[in-house]
């Protein structure tokens, strides 16, 4: 049966090859290749049943006392009453309505000129005016391009129906220039936000800046998001978000040593590494320069554990700025050994299961089963958060190893169950750490607002478009966790009156 299911794997991936190569033919001909079409039910049959918390149920609530009421207006009665009617006063009827016009001011500067002095005194502009577009029309224009994800072309065409006249290239740069109070007000919301938990999501996505791939990261936790470009998605990319330095620290040490001699380092390589232990922390300029010194032929894969081990113990030894203790994440390479523990996403782990799609109705029975049982574990997890103790967490460390010792038969499913069982310490996390998310759906769900944004706008085609982008979605997202109003906020910052406190004052406290 095994073999069966190995024919038909290879049958699937032979097919998805051939499906890939003709598009790739096609779109070389400049036609379209095979649409994406998605199946009329999001049901799948045999799909085992996720023991998730139940829906509250709705009750439809009376919006009245939410509406701002900003005119009212009296309706007199004029038919004919009948001589014994009754003044009953009025019955209020609210309705909302909106009103969208432009609003241009012409200043009239008054000026006085002294013949003595041959000099002309003149009135100055308000504060909150900069350039020749006011903060409302600035303010609207960041909403629509970033919560609102319209493209630059369309904002330029809805502001001109308004009455507006600006070009294409005005608006680019209200989106992307004179933005240094927001950029502050980013690194605010990352230093608040990274002291706030002592746990902190993190995912990664694919970025196009300037024509080139580059990937995007997002860290979060329950009252901020911060986002971030760069080149590489390498543990040293990752380091270099976590400390919210420019220039990374390297440091090698006895624990440096250790954790190289785990990782199989050679041991003549480690030797050579010794004299390092009486340098202390170095940039990496210095650091790569004394490495080039002391072992000038080091292969590059070498090369690159040293510096992640260093730079890693150079994170974990700034007492200045406390390394994070837990990150949630998926089990992607580049987020491993950086800080104390990490939390796996069991999302992430059950959709390898979900991938499996055997050929024989016996091995569809047996994948589902499983996920049936991962699905219960993981609501038993969930009931444990609420009430941790000593005897439920050895429970369900030893169901665990019940569950994932399971043998079916199937190799597919059984290859995968071993896989899981070795994260065991990874998404067990919770055990010793009740408050550890058991999922990286923040993370995930705050970087969708990017991925949709690439589709729509593609990438960015500036240093000042990429930074602009970075910062906008983090004050965005961050409004949204800590309910306060983007629009609103945009404006009081760009008006000058600074009259909301800072989003990173609403980021609580350390524990």
Not at 111 to 126: F, H, I, L, N, V
Not at 378 to 383: D, R, S
Request: with cysteine.
């Amino acid at each position: 049966s095994n073999l069966v299911e190995a024919l038909h794997r290879e049958n699937l991936a032979l097919k998805t090859e051939n499906q890939k190569l003709k598009d790739e033919i096609n779109r070389l001909k400049g036609q379209k290749g095979k649409p994406n079409i998605k199946p009329k039910s999001s049901i799948k049959k045999n799909e085992p049943n996720k023991k998730l918390k139940p829906k509250k149920k709705w009750k439809k609530q009376s919006k009245l006392n939410r509406v701002k009421i900003d005119d009212t207006e009296v309706i007199k009665y004029e038919g004919s009453l009948p001589y014994d009617a009754q003044y009953k006063g009025y019955r209020n009827v609210v309705v909302q309505d909106i009103v969208i016009k432009t609003n241009n001011i012409e200043f009239k500067l008054e000026r006085y000129y002294s013949p003595s002095e041959a000099k002309t005194y003149e009135a100055p502009m308000p504060d909150y005016i900069r350039g020749e577009f006011g903060a409302g029309l600035k303010s609207w224009v960041l909403f629509w391009y970033f919560h609102s994800r319209m493209p630059e072309n369309r904002i330029h065409q809805m502001l001109s129906d308004i009455g507006i006249i600006i070009s294409a290239g005005e608006i680019s740069n209200i989106i992307i220039k004179d933005h240094d109070t927001f950029h502050q007000d980013k690194t605010d919301i990352i230093k608040a936000g990274i002291q706030s938990s002592s746990y902190q999501h993190i995912d990664d996505t694919g970025a196009r800046v300037k024509g080139t791939n580059q990937y995007f990261t997002v860290l979060c936790n329950d009252y901020f998001s911060a986002f971030f470009t760069n080149p590489k998605k390498d543990r040293l990319t990752v380091i270099g978000i976590l400390s919210q330095k420019e220039e990374l620290s390297f440091l090698i040490n006895p624990y440096t040593i250790s954790f190289l001699e785990e990782r199989k380092l050679k041991a003549q390589v480690l030797s050579s590494l010794k004299p390092f232990l009486k340098m202390g922390v170095m940039t990496r300029e210095k650091f790569e320069k004394e490495l080039n010194l002391l072992i000038p032929y080091l292969k590059d894969r070498h090369r690159t554990m040293i510096l992640e081990a260093a730079a890693i113990t150079a994170y974990q030894e700034n007492h200045a700025s406390p390394a994070i203790h837990r990150l949630v994440c998926d089990d992607a390479k580049q987020f491993y050994h950086i800080t104390t523990l990490r939390g796996l996403c069991w999302v992430h782990e059950e959709r390898h299961y979900q991938k499996l799609v055997p050929f024989l109705p016996a091995h569809q029975k047996l994948v589902n089963d499983f996920r049936s049982k991962i699905w219960d574990y993981y609501y038993e997890l969930t009931e444990y958060k609420k009430n941790p103790n000593e005897k439920e967490k050895i429970r369900l460390s030893n169901l665990f190893d019940d569950i994932f010792s399971t043998k079916t038969g199937y190799d597919d499913l059984d290859y995968r169950i071993q896989m899981t069982k070795k994260k065991k310490d990874s998404l067990l996390v919770v055990l010793d750490y009740p408050d550890t998310p058991l999922h990286n759906n923040p993370a995930e769900l705050a970087i969708r607002m990017y991925v949709i944004k690439r589709k729509i706008s593609f990438g960015t085609r500036s240093d000042e478009g990429t930074k602009s982008w970075e910062t906008f979605f983090t004050i965005m997202d961050t409004c949204r966790k800590l309910g306060i109003n983007f629009r609103n906020y945009l404006y009081d910052r760009i008006s000058n009156q600074n009259k909301m406190p800072s989003l990173s004052s609403f980021i609580p406290n350390p524990p």
